[in-house]
């Protein structure tokens, strides 16, 4: 009977929460109860400052992360990036955080993060901003908490930080590649009743490849106001509405190079009501390119629906994309959409292509071979929205000029990709990507062909 007693009050104890993306917002102030610690990590999650019972919110938290991937092409860059004799390139990709969050009562606190990411065994060496950064501070920031009425505050975020609004499609911490983005930035969170409103000022850091050598990007700045609130038009709605401005005086298209100053008004609609997932986002951006008017848009949409009742629970998706390409090269004018800061994957792990001038329709599929084992199966098509524009990298670079030919069709890209959660800190995922060109390629079929292949483990405490 003890036993039964024992074992009855064991599951009436509360699993430890998932670890976040923003590891910034975790809050460990729940194991204040001696009897939540179930966790190996927990008595550094928690660290009490004052005695029991007085000054709880005073502590300070360790957290980390490990992650060790490979990755191999054939034929990068569409044949045209540093590859061996045989046309592959194989290499050895390592990460590691360190943070530490200190609170020192409800209004202030204290949070700094160290990065090192390492490359090993790449031909052509590391790529800039994404593969290396030997050691250096990745976050560092304070926060002034400023509370008004039981409902409403505001706190001020003052330091080098990460952001990710949304989906990730417009300012991310970019966490695919081997190093993370992040902004010396200011910033003020509002909270007041249901709505939760971000403003803030910022300028990209630069992960370079040395120790404590990380610096504010000088070309670039971002700034703008970011709103969230649930909405009851739609099942489950939420709605996010922002205004983005970006400048980056080394603006780089297949027009030219020149001062780029965009103004970016977005809404996002979304929400889970069960089985059913939805997501949609339109955008608009205006400003000036050089001499020229910028005059871009985009509108993502994406859609899952979940089949609990079959085998394999699988889930449905269909995602629909279109952004708006250059119409004229030899006008002043700009009508190439700019994703800012996007997520490192935008359609899959290898991300070949950037969302700019395209159109993308993606079906997929997600099945359940355990609990935490699950398969997605994808296939991306893509088409230029203009074809008076070129192909644009993820990092908004161009990567074919607009003299390849005047098709449109660029090619799809099938994907299969599995994660395990084999544990709250131990996860594994691998994953193949092929790229079948299109007509817009009209090199040597032959040297555009890519396939793509990767596999990590992460350790989180």
């Known amino acids: 009977m003890e036993t039964a007693v024992v074992q009855k009050n064991a599951t009436m104890i509360p699993a430890a929460p998932p670890f976040k993306l ?14 939540r610690h179930i966790d190996l990590w927990d008595s550094v999650k928690y660290i009490p400052l004052g005695s029991p019972g007085d000054r709880d919110d005073w502590f300070f938290s360790i957290g980390g992360e490990m992650r060790q991937r490979y990755e191999f092409y054939r034929n990068p860059g569409f044949g045209s990036g540093p590859s061996n004799s045989r046309g592959t390139n194989d290499y050895l990709l390592q990460r590691y955080f360190l943070h530490g969050d200190l609170h020192l009562g409800p209004h202030l606190r204290f949070f700094g993060q160290f990065m090192s990411s390492l490359e090993h065994g790449r031909v052509g060496g590391a790529r800039p901003e994404v593969d290396q950064n030997a050691f250096d501070v990745h976050q560092g920031f304070m926060d002034v908490v400023i509370p008004f009425t039981e409902s409403t505050s505001a706190t001020w975020r003052l330091g080098r930080q990460e952001f990710e609004y949304g989906s990730g499609r417009l300012v991310s911490v970019r ?37 404590f050598d990380d610096d504010p990007d000088r070309n670039k700045s971002l700034w703008g106001i970011y709103a969230v609130r649930p909405h ?34 977005g809404a996002r609609l979304w929400g889970q009501p069960a089985p059913w997932e939805y997501n949609a986002e339109f955008i608009w951006q205006f400003g000036r390119f050089g001499s020229g008017d910028i005059n871009a848009w985009a509108v993502a949409t994406n859609l899952r629906y979940w089949l609990n009742d ?46 700019s001038n395209f159109i993308h329709i993606h079906p997929s599929v997600d099945i359940y071979l355990a609990a935490k084992l699950r ?16 192909f644009y990298s993820i990092a908004t670079l161009p990567i074919r000029s607009i003299q390849v030919n005047q098709k449109r069709f660029s090619g799809s890209s099938p994907a299969v990709t599995v994660a395990w959660d084999f544990s709250r800190h131990v996860t594994m995922l691998a994953s193949y990507v092929h790229f079948f060109p299109g007509p817009a390629f009209n090199d040597d079929p032959g040297n555009n062909l890519v396939d793509y292949f990767t596999a990590w483990l992460t350790y989180k405490f």
């Open 232 to 265: 009851s038009f739609l099942p489950d709605g939420h709605a996010d509405l922002y205004y983005l401005g970006f400048e980056n005086r080394q603006g780089v298209f297949i027009q030219g190079t020149a001062h780029e100053v965009r103004h970016t008004l």
């Open 22 to 35: 923003l590891r910034y917002d975790e809050d460990y102030r729940y194991l204040r109860d001696p009897n």
């Open 175 to 211: 966490e695919v590649p081997n190093t993370r983005r992040s902004f010396d930035a200011a910033r003020v969170l509002f909270r007041t009743g249901k709505w939760a409103i971000d403003g803030f000022w910022g300028k990209p850091v630069r992960n370079r490849f040395r120790v």
């Open 375 to 390: 398969m997605t199966l994808d296939w991306g098509f893509f088409w230029r929205e203009s074809t008076h524009d070129g």
């Open 310 to 355: 079959l085998p394999l629970r699988p889930r449905l998706g269909l995602t629909l994309d279109i952004t708006s390409g250059d119409r004229n090269p030899d006008s002043a004018n700009l009508q190439t959409y700019n994703p800012l800061f996007p997520t490192g994957a935008y359609f899959n792990l290898a991300d070949l292509l950037g969302p």
